[in-house]
């Protein structure tokens, strides 16, 4: 299973960007999906997941209420719509995949994305 997100981009605070995860593989749509991120200096964090069907979420209490993940099957993609940002949020963000997804650890994901950069300025 091979990932690309994009969407990411430079943007003020309070403002709002959608990321998106594609794939190629015909399995992604059996996996749940994760969304984590990595700031300068700082370890990879979990952000948000969804289940391979899309009924179900979970996040990071640093975003809950502002960004929300969903994801198009059909078009073997996951998105993550990022509102009211924040200059903490700024960082790369990666998605990841695997049969032993919807968990917030990373070693949970087998696969993972090359990483999209969110800068959040002032």
């Known amino acids: 299973v091979q990932l690309q997100a994009s969407g990411g981009g430079s943007v003020q605070a309070g403002g709002s960007l959608r990321l998106s995860c594609a794939s190629s593989?015909?399995?992604?749509?059996?996996?749940?999906v994760g969304w984590f991120r990595q700031a300068p200096g700082k370890e990879r964090e979990f952000v948000a997941t969804i289940t391979s069907n899309g009924d179900t979420t979970y996040y990071a209490d640093s975003v809950r209420g502002r960004f929300t993940i969903s994801r198009d099957n059909a078009k073997n993609t996951v998105y993550l719509q990022m509102n009211s940002l924040e200059l903490e949020d700024t960082a790369v963000y990666y998605c990841?995949?695997?049969?032993?997804?919807?968990?917030?650890?990373?070693?949970?994901?087998?696969?993972w994305g090359q990483g999209t950069l969110v800068t959040v300025s002032s």
């Open positions: 593989g015909r399995a992604f749509s059996s996996y749940p």
């Open positions: 990841a995949s695997g049969p032993g997804g919807f968990s917030v650890p990373t070693w949970s994901y087998d696969y």
